[in-house]
């Protein structure tokens, strides 16, 4: 079975949680609380399988995987 594939709202997401650091910021810049930007997070690990590391705070992500995966969506 294939993994979901992302949406660009939460590529869009992910993308801004990494430029600021901060998911609270994230969460203003989207106009979303905390939690739906965290949820939103959640969907795009889901939908791109790549696997954490074991780096604190934001750096779970294998962001350069997501990274690529913004910039193909937004393209089409």
Known sequence: MQPP????????????????GSMLEASRQFGMTQSAVSQAVRRAEAAVPVGRSKSPGYGHLKLPHLMIAVSAAEQQ
């Open 5 to 20: 594939v992302p949406d660009l709202r939460s590529l869009q997401i992910v993308a801004a949680v990494a430029d600021s």
